[in-house]
């Protein structure tokens, strides 16, 4: 299997534009999570789905963030506008089982830079 | 709110030497895991130990889990420059997502 994939691996961009950042999981795996990591506030959970469902998305920072999972192999992460203080490494991640008990399986991350 | 954290933040040893790092968490938990993450990489998960449990051996890795403590603690024998990494503990209470401290960061010298 190829694990968790995630693009891009790098983003660079402007103030005020739109990015989208992509999740493929594990085959198999029927929860998916999103994580943005900082030096400042570490490894925080933006949002989780379980079975294409969004479960809890306490995380997502404002408004200006919005996650999809159309399918089971697929989710997006959109942030628009894009601020400077979104600048973080994002990660996707998946594990199986219906509960939260379970071990998780990383993506690579997307370092995204809002200049 | 945060719920494991780790110590100590940082820690150097030279190789062969043991690693022993610290998590300690505030309310009671489902179980307890481990991942490492090399820098500029993913976590990877490294154990998973559940509350009625107190220990638990993965090759190099022992963990152990003091529920009435509120802690747990990683264990790396005989470390090799490869386990330079940053090391978290996440944890799990019934019907929420996991919650990672922010890592002790290790560095294993030859």
């Known amino acids: 299997d190829a694990g968790v994939i995630q693009s891009p691996r790098h983003e660079v961009t402007e103030m005020g534009q739109e990015v989208t950042l992509r999740c493929k999981p594990i085959s198999g795996h029927n929860s998916l999570f999103w994580y943005r990591q900082t030096m400042m506030r570490g490894l925080e959970l933006l949002i989780y789905f379980n079975n294409n469902v969004p479960i809890d998305d306490s995380g997502m920072p404002e408004d200006r963030f919005s996650a999809k999972m159309p399918n089971a192999s697929f989710s997006t992460l959109k942030i628009q506008p894009s601020e400077p203080r979104d600048s973080a490494v994002y990660f996707c991640?998946?594990?199986f089982g219906a509960g939260l008990s379970y071990e998780q399986y990383f993506g690579p991350g997307t370092r995204l830079t809002v200049t | 709110s945060q719920q494991g954290e780790e110590d100590p933040q940082a820690l150097s040893i030279q190789e062969g030497e043991n690693a022993t790092m610290n998590c300690s968490y505030k309310t009671s938990i489902n179980n307890l895991q481990w991942y490492r993450q090399n820098s500029g990489r993913g976590l990877v998960h490294l154990i998973l130990i559940r509350s009625n449990e107190r220990e638990k051996h993965s090759g190099r890795l022992r963990v152990t889990l003091d529920t009435s403590k509120k802690s747990s603690s990683l264990l790396i024998t005989a470390s090799r420059a490869a386990d330079t990494a940053s090391y978290f503990c996440?944890?799990?209470?019934?019907?929420?997502?996991?919650?990672f401290g922010k890592g002790t960061t290790l560095s294993v010298s030859s």
């Open positions: 996440a944890t799990n209470q019934a019907g929420t997502a996991l919650i």
């Open positions: 991640a998946s594990s």
